[in-house]
């Protein structure tokens, strides 16, 4: 498309000094900014997506991916429950589907958990201790104490709940649930002291501040379950496909049973997150756009110094679209050399962030990043193809578009009007 002599004037002229009617410095403002501008954009889409992914991972690293539910029974003595009585069969039914890791029956009720004169309203899960061993992030959380393995012997608690009530492993802890013992007179609360196991942060605070998990068949006791399950929990291989394996599950679980998937349970945090990426990447190509407008600046400076050159080239023969193509190769050439140092830049900064804020936190002297506050130890970035494709198109695409008016103009330079006063 571009035949070398062209390639060649187009060299001639970035290269050019300013006595000789060049734009070298224009052409490096131009292609600094650019480079900037994509890394700005790269870095921050990919801090974004780390973000995104931190998030995610520690939805579906405490939570399960499905949850099946009951849509319930009549009782032979009338009551509606929607308890799960063939459990262990639904379980075996849903891990025969393919994608899908593991699966739990659960047991969950909410109570009052007191210790040392202060009170704390708990969800409270009832597992085996070996699903709670496949739970990942409480079986490998930030923060921990005491021991998993004593879990039979005990409960286990979330770090900030375990503060608010005074606690730690070793201690009592006194549940209290309003669906106790039923008598003649009604049913009374049910009270039990409990030694604390084990403790742990899993990074989310709405779950570190009412999580406590039970072994099954105590659960099972205290909230009046014997022989039954409230749900059964899920965990897939793909936990961002999970929308893709609900019918099967649907299947497998049977016409009374219902499926709620975590992208259910937060919905509406991943569309703020979504929205939010979407107005930081328009944002960034606003500043994308003003750094390539400084192409335009520079070709129209270009053009104007080189007025006597196109006519003396136009009148040994070369045509308009010749011109033309001269000067969106002097436009397009920095867009493509300031669009690659700044991919470059970009991913080295993604790749290389730890390192990079342990400086700037050493340079201003601590402090910057408090885990006790954001509960995640560092600043998470994560390299997306998808990220970095569109920071290089939407580059390329400006940079391009920029260059055409003012080697259009070029073009379209008369050359009796360029040559008239040489």
Not at 57 to 64: D, Y
Not at 180 to 188: F, V
């Amino acid at each position: 498309m571009f035949k070398r002599f062209e390639w060649m004037i187009a060299w001639r002229y970035l290269r050019a000094r300013r006595s000789e009617g060049g734009i070298s410095v224009m052409t490096w403002i131009s292609l600094i900014g650019i480079a900037l501008a994509v890394f700005a954009l790269i870095a921050t889409l990919a801090v974004r997506s780390g973000f995104r992914h931190e998030f995610v991972g520690t939805i579906v690293g405490a939570n399960p991916h499905v949850t099946v539910y009951s849509y319930g029974e009549t009782l032979p003595d009338g009551r509606q429950t929607r308890t799960i009585t063939e459990f262990d069969a639904l379980s075996e039914r849903l891990a025969s589907v393919p994608g899908v890791v593991s699966t739990m029956p659960v047991v969950e009720g909410q109570v009052m958990a007191t210790a040392n004169g202060r009170n704390a309203g708990v969800q409270v899960l009832g597992v085996t201790g070996e699903d709670l061993r496949a739970v990942d992030l409480v079986a490998n959380p930030e923060e921990s104490a005491g021991a998993l393995d004593d879990f039979e012997n005990g409960i286990a608690l979330g770090a900030v709940l375990a503060r608010d009530l005074g606690v730690t492993a070793g201690d009592k802890v006194r549940l209290i649930s309003p669906d106790g013992q039923r008598t003649p007179m009604g049913t009374s609360p049910r009270i039990k002291v409990y030694e604390v196991a084990y403790v742990f942060r899993v990074g989310r605070y709405d779950i570190d501040r009412i999580r406590v998990y039970m072994p099954f068949e105590e659960a099972q006791l205290f909230f009046n379950r014997q022989g039954v399950a409230d749900q059964v929990h899920v965990v897939t291989e793909d936990p961002e496909g999970v929308e893709a394996l609900s019918p099967a599950l649907a299947a497998a679980a049977g016409e009374n049973a219902y499926l709620f998937t975590w992208r259910d349970n937060a919905g509406a945090f991943l569309r703020a997150l979504k929205m939010e990426d979407n107005i930081m990447f328009v944002i960034l190509s606003i500043l994308v756009l003003i750094a390539t407008l400084n192409i335009t600046s520079g070709l129209v400076m270009l053009v104007k110094n080189k007025g006597r050159d196109i006519g003396i080239l136009r009148t040994m023969g070369l045509s308009e679209g010749t011109i033309l193509r001269v000067f969106f190769l002097c436009g397009a050439s920095i867009g493509v050399v300031g669009t690659v140092i700044g991919v470059v830049l970009g991913c080295l900064f993604a790749i290389y962030i730890d390192p990079i804020f342990s400086f700037v936190n050493w340079i201003a002297g601590g402090g910057v990043w408090d885990p006790s506050i954001r509960f995640i130890s560092a600043l998470p970035a994560r390299l997306e193809l998808a990220d970095v494709l569109s920071a290089v198109v939407l580059s390329l695409t400006l940079s391009f578009l920029v260059t055409i008016f003012p080697a259009r103009r070029a073009a379209r330079m008369n050359p009796v009007e360029a040559l008239r006063y040489e």
